[in-house]
């Protein structure tokens, strides 16, 4: 069946409709990660969001159920050039046309994604209209295209009930607090892996209750959305800083570490998401490949000096991916050291966070 995505500029790319056979309107973003896929459905920062896949073949490997980052997938719709028609993986259990249908997730595929993402790039990110039904007037449907908003969605992706997990190690050193805000399995598995006991909490959860559960560490997790709508949480964090308790933050908890302390985020003109982000250590000048998600990010501009200090940036385009905050034990990461699959080259930053927590001990 015939699919129209049809932006909010007014511009229409027709192509064939994929798994389920619904209109929706939805932020649409571009990820130039070259594998993954099943990774980036299943990580909840792309919730109220339609992620357009760069590399033109998708789906070639299946689906892995035990490579999902959730427990399901999160975009509002799937946008590829070509849907594999076949899978060959001696661990795939089914294909992603199969995925997506049986979690109600429409797409489109057979478009121009080249065209898409330049378009993107050159105009920012913007919302669009996936549906199979044929517009002959698109300009009388372009205010409610536009109408569309990103809202609500660290409550749709957060934990719904405190979690002890399952201990990967047997000889636990640290216990810790992981606020999820949208978090990625990946990061409480690091954790684990570097013999922490982990215990996952909702974003409503008070300060208190995670000061009360005396833990050797806290981590603020990855998420979905404007930052600045996280209030609640923002609150929480300001009183979680005023203590002695280590502190590590990836992505939407960077920002919203940043919030707390009174600096400003804003959102880009088209985000970073993929596989293949430089940055910079400012203090060692070492360089890493990143995996990123987002669409805001830390104003340089706002960050007081007497407070945290610039510790890493984006190569490409200058922008800040990490914060010390000083005379405190708590640095945050704009990037994604826990990223599943690489690249990898960040994930001693959990070794970091271990270190301080010994320290603190």
């Known amino acids: 069946m015939k699919a129209y995505l049809i ?155 405190k979690k002890e997990l399952e201990p990967i190690d047997t000889e636990k050193k640290y216990k810790v607090a992981l606020l999820d805000v949208g978090a990625k399995n990946n990061i409480a598995e690091s954790l684990q892996k570097l013999g922490c006991d982990v215990t996952v909490y909702p974003c409503r959860t008070s300060a208190e209750d995670i000061i009360a559960s005396n833990p050797d560490g806290i981590m603020l997790s990855n998420g979905p959305g404007d930052p600045k709508e996280c209030e609640y949480e923002i609150e929480q964090i300001k009183k979680l800083y005023d203590t002695d308790i280590p502190i590590f933050a990836i992505c939407l908890g960077h920002q919203l570490m940043a919030l707390a302390m009174g600096f400003d985020t804003k959102k880009m003109k088209y985000g970073h998401r993929g596989g293949n982000h430089p940055v910079i250590d400012l203090d060692s000048k070492h360089v890493y490949i990143s995996s990123q998600n987002h669409g805001y990010m830390v104003d340089a501009d706002s960050v007081d000096e007497s407070i945290a200090k610039v510790a890493f940036v984006n190569v490409n385009d200058k922008t800040v991916e990490g914060l010390r905050y000083k005379d405190k034990n708590i640095f945050t990461v704009q990037f994604h050291p826990e990223a599943c699959p690489g690249p990898q080259d960040s994930e001693l930053l959990f070794g970091e966070f271990i270190k301080m927590m010994g320290g603190a001990k």
């Open 7 to 161: 932006l909010e500029d007014g511009t229409v790319f027709e192509g064939k409709s994929i798994g389920t056979e619904k209109e929706v309107i939805s932020e649409v973003v571009f990820n130039t990660s070259m594998w993954g896929y099943l990774e980036v459905l299943t990580d909840p920062s792309y919730a109220g969001q339609a992620v357009c896949m760069t590399y033109p073949l998708i789906g070639n490997y299946g689906i892995c159920y035990e490579d999902m980052e959730s427990l399901k997938p999160w975009p509002d719709a799937y946008i590829v050039h070509e849907l594999s028609r076949t899978h060959s993986n001696f661990r795939s259990e089914g294909s992603i046309q199969d995925f997506l249908k049986d979690n109600d997730i429409p797409g489109i595929a057979g478009i121009d994604t080249r065209a898409l993402t330049k378009i993107l790039r050159q105009k920012g990110t913007m919302n669009g209209m996936i549906t199979t039904k044929k517009y002959d007037d698109i300009e009388a449907i372009l205010p409610k295209i536009k109408e569309y908003k990103v809202t609500g969605v660290v409550d749709e992706v957060s934990t719904k009930e």
